[in-house]
């Protein structure tokens, strides 16, 4: 039997209090002591603190798992999501990185070990955040995006996007009841998942700090945009000792059953990334121009099971270009900047919007990113409706008809693009530490844009079934 691979999570996330460095510590002990790996995501800040401390013992149980980046200082204000509050999503990127990167290479130093991949902090998410996973390579683990299946990780601003997970158990520890409660509540949900096919499992074992007390750091002390200095922070009440003993325990309960259970296997996330990295490289010609065939019946940007929009668009004009070419080459873009403010011209012929490609190349060629508007001699188009016209334009060239074309595209980006706003905007509305007033417009219009670049992620054996039918 194949077993579905597992993530066992911890979020290492406090620098506050004391009593979270040394919980940190005996949590990634009897972790490998039960033969696991967990999934660490750190704050920048809470290792410094370790190493200021000289909590040489700490560094040396967490570094022993896997470990993924959970941004440089988490709650404190701004998070990311209000520096990109009214920043483009790639500009936006350049300035998170700048911010982000010396966190970065510090919690590298200190635990003397790499940091790949990103937790998301709270839920503070933007699409510059994306932008800038993508720009580097990292994934990023409960993500706020994901398309009809929630189970399945997907592609977003060319990023690797990891969204399930279920949790609930770090309050509960502390006391048998609660625990036995909250215990069958995250079994359930794992048959759930089983049952369901899901891919992977994210199984969340909890916050250190959350552990050991009864609420959270930031939440006493960041709440609804609450700004506070460091004499003005506060401890959450703390569990007694005769509760740890009992949340010691009911670790140990819950590892032996992850241990127990045959039907999943627990790995890092490195390793779970590892496993959905791969992407198609190239698109048979006779299939893009399938693609084509339901772009036209669709008049709509669409993105299929291994390409993305703005993928696709690449690989029309590849077509456009050279149409002998019976290969077509995937290059991984970024949408356009901006949205439509004037509407596109009409009454194009099949010669001019092919005519056209050339530019359009060349644009993708320097900038990596779709043009907003593509200017053709009988007027101007915008990018959705360009990629409406060329695909009907490719399909007229194939029948050998020279065909004036209606361009038009339904909405401005693939239809999916409302429903990952609304995902985004909900996760980050979810998080109390957020300002009640926080403006998502901006962060909102930009994941419809950067839907161009959405596809469903999928492993290297599945990947080949697709390509095979």
């Not at 399930?164 to 069958?184: H, I, P, R, W």
């Not at 703005?310 to 077509?319: Q, S």
Request: net charge negative.
């Amino acid at each position: 039997m194949t077993k579905t691979p597992a993530v066992l999570c911890l979020d290492i996330e406090d620098p506050i209090t004391t009593r979270s460095h040394h919980a940190a510590e005996w949590i990634c002990q009897q972790i490998s002591e039960a033969g696991l790996t967990a999934s660490c995501f750190l704050v920048a800040e809470k290792v410094r603190a370790w190493e200021r401390l000289g909590l040489s013992s700490v560094i040396e149980a967490v570094g022993a798992h896997d470990l993924a980046f959970h941004s440089s200082r988490h709650s404190f204000h701004p998070t990311i999501t209000e520096m990109s509050e009214s920043l483009p999503a790639q500009a936006g990127a350049e300035l998170l990185w700048a911010w982000q990167q010396p966190g970065w290479e510090a919690t590298e130093r200190i635990m003397g070990a790499p940091v790949n991949h990103w937790g998301l902090g709270g839920e503070s998410w933007s699409p510059a955040l994306s932008v800038m996973l993508g720009q580097h390579g990292q994934a990023l683990m409960y993500s706020p995006i994901y398309g009809e299946d929630p189970y399945r990780p997907c592609w977003f601003a060319g990023s690797l996007n990891f969204h399930d997970y279920f949790a609930g158990l770090d309050v509960a520890y502390y006391d048998d009841e609660k625990f036995a409660n909250a215990l069958s509540e995250h079994q359930q949900q794992a048959e759930e998942r089983l049952a369901a096919g899901a891919p992977y499992l994210g199984l969340f074992g909890g916050h250190p700090t959350r552990v050991v007390h009864h609420d959270f750091w930031d939440g006493v002390n960041f709440d609804e945009g609450r700004i506070t200095t460091p004499e003005q922070w506060q401890a959450p009440p703390t569990i007694s000792p005769t509760e740890e003993d009992v949340a010691r325990q009911n670790m140990q309960r819950y590892l032996e059953w992850v241990v127990s259970d045959e039907r999943f296997e627990v790995i890092g996330f490195s390793q779970l990334v590892g496993m959905f990295r791969r992407q198609a490289s190239e698109c048979p010609r006779w299939k893009l121009l399938e693609i084509c065939q339901r772009i036209s019946d669709e008049q709509a940007v669409v993105f299929t099971d291994q390409f993305s929009a703005a993928e696709m668009l690449g690989m029309m004009v590849e077509c456009a270009l050279d149409p002998d070419r019976q290969m077509l080459t995937r290059h991984g873009l970024l949408a356009p900047q901006h949205l439509p403010t004037q509407e596109s011209a009409s009454n194009m012929t099949t010669h001019e919007i092919i005519l056209v490609a050339a530019t359009v190349d060349a644009h993708l060629q320097a900038a990596r990113t779709l043009p907003d508007r593509v200017d053709c001699p009988s007027g101007s188009l915008y990018i959705a409706d360009y990629f409406v016209a060329l695909a009907q334009a490719l399909l007229a060239r194939e029948k050998q008809a020279s065909t004036t074309l209606q361009p038009r595209a339904a909405t401005p980006y693939p239809a999916i693009g409302d429903s990952l706003a609304q995902q985004a905007a909900d996760c980050i509305r979810a998080w109390t530490v957020h300002r009640p007033d926080l403006d998502l417009s901006w962060i909102k219009r930009d994941t419809r844009l950067l839907s161009w670049t959405f596809k469903p992620a999928w492993t290297p054996e599945e990947l080949s079934r697709l390509q095979a039918d």
